[in-house]
């Protein structure tokens, strides 16, 4: 008799091949009509939906497909629709793509990261005198569509109230209880008409419970499922928490649910701690997340199972799911696809579909006793073993200088206000310097040159002319702009992160490991399987020939330790800061490579830093150290004159501006252009005093801002900032600009400069 399950918390949605993207670009542009795309979106849907079912998943997801993005399909699903997408006649998936990506009339809805991954979700706008109203219930449909066409009994997926108001803007905290009171009876009309049609269980996702710690809010959120619970009468209801421990265990397990998903991968464990220590309550269903859903290695099935043995000493058999941690949205889709990966790491990774199957494999063991599974636990033991004690693990030189930088602490040599003077006298840059962050323009011309020395339809000697040739276009343009430090443009570079990872061992990059970035866009993250180290020299080429073919300084360009770590997978046999201090190291000798060349001035950058913070406040201190000492590490071992610069993407820094001080580069570049006011008063509490550039213009859209408005904005933040420390940047690189708009933007950029710096 089967009384353990086997559960999925949701399926990636792109495809193999990524059909569904290519299906959904085919749509916007036209070339695909609504009923054909809605035919191939739903061919999609049931062959997942088979697939699962032929994995032999016990408890299969049905609408944690998305036509874009989960969140965007609840806040519509409850009528959330803001204003200026209303009173249009549109189709309804007219308009819901038009929250997501925007129309010649309104501007997109904003869009920022799911939790600490790097999916990105569509904010909810919601006001405090919203009044939702239940528009479609998406779920109904397919539910009755998996039940009708495949005889499947799903398990229907929604993101749970209090998820969806605390990752929606627009409302004060205040409201929040107001809102949640107005959502409930609509939540309550789904589940009962799910209950109606013969759903067994459902999934609610309320990730968002994590960082819950205030007394009432527990109080509201018991309370409102406590009027959930008691409008149903058969269908059981599966709360689900993910990416962390959930904090109050006790309390979490003692609402009124039927079952709980708890993630037993992340936070070294915690929920299994609390389950031994406190016990699970007799009346309930745990799913436990023992499958990593975050990353591509094949599970140890021996702990695992062993973990799985010790939650059954205190929870019945049939009280357990087994299931990933997290929906496997954030992981590739097979390995199957993959034919030209060393068979060595092949043979370690596990993807979305593998990841089923070990589900499966655990369900199975516990069901009908491990000895009936023994060959699957030793297969990943065996593939494990050799990637561990492959040489690429086992790098000595990496080893002796992890060991030798042990005990030392990377540091300037001499702190900040005695190297601006060094700087300043070696530089010798007028007051308000105007630069960019990095890339220029990435013409079709550009990418199709990438693509033929990939190809190997051009010489690398052919391919380095054209580089060449595109630098020394653009350093002779950005001189006549009248840029004061100039850069070499980034145009050998596809992608930030697989630019270095295919310069440096340890990485490795696949053919087809697509995973979903937001909408359509996927990213496909290299994977830092071995010892991180450089044997050559990755970017001294370009940014010396740049150089020499001006005057003026050229800032050298590289990704940080950080930002390399939180968009790759990354290994899990050692620590992961053991990883970016591999990385680090790498780096380092890059710096050291460049300076030795006479590049004095180079730029580090860290778009992701945030991204990786844990969501518990209380874990937020080891990290920022750790990413504070890998970029010291990098950057530390630079001379006094050698002035380091550091960009991010982003405008919240609050709790993250102590480090960000810490890292003691001497210039910084933020993306302000869209928040403005906040961003400065962060940089105003904290007294920062270092070099800093707050982008004065925009470069998400192709908009001209004319020279009035970036002096605006110069002048907004020097009421602030001293004029000796700022600098004036766009927001951030220019690669996905056109050629015109950016000359024209960059010159009344240097032109605001002028002016303003007249002024002062
Ligand atoms: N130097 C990079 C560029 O200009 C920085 C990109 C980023 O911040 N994401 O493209
Ligand atoms: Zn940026």
New binding site residues.
Partial sequence: MHMVKSSNIGYPRIGEKREWKKALEKFWEGKLSEEDFSIEMQRLRLEYLNKQKDLGIDLIPVGDFSLYDHVLDTAVMFGFIPQRFQHQEKTSLQTYFDIARGNDYAVASEMTKWFNTNYHYIVPEIQADSEPQLIENRLLSYFLEAKEKLGIIGKPVLLGPVTLLKLSKGYDEDHFPVLLKKLLPHYVQVLQELESAGAEWVQIDEPALAAIRNKEEVKLVSQLYQTIHDELSSMKILLQTYFESADRYKEIVSLPFDGIGLDFVHDHKENLAAIKKYGFPKNKTLAAGVINGRNIWKANLDDTFTQLETILTKVEPNQLIVQPSCSLLHVPVTIHTEKELDPLLKNALSFADQKLEETKVLTDGLNHGRDQIENKIGEHERSLTALLSSASRNNQDVQKEMQIWKSLVPKREVPYPTREEIQQDFFNLPLLPAT????LPQTREIRQGRLKWRRGEWQEEEYQEFIKSNVREWIQRQEDIGLDVL?HG?FERND?VEFFGEKLEGFSFTKYAWVQSYGSRCVKPPIIYGDVTLTEPMTVKEITYAQSQTEKPVKG?L?GPITILNWSFIREDINRFNVTKQIALALQKEIRFLEEQGIHMI?V?E?ALREGLPLKPEKQAEYLKEAVYAFKLATSCVQPKTQIHT???YSEFGEIMEAINQLDADVISI?AARSHGEIITDFEKSAYKKGIGLGVYDIHSPRIPDVEEIEKNIIRALNVLSHRQFWVNPD????TRGMNETTAALRNMVEAATYVRKKI
């Fill in positions: 960019t962050i990095g890339s850069v980034e930030m360009m990704t730029q950058d778009p960009h991010m993407c993306e951030c690189g220019l690669k």
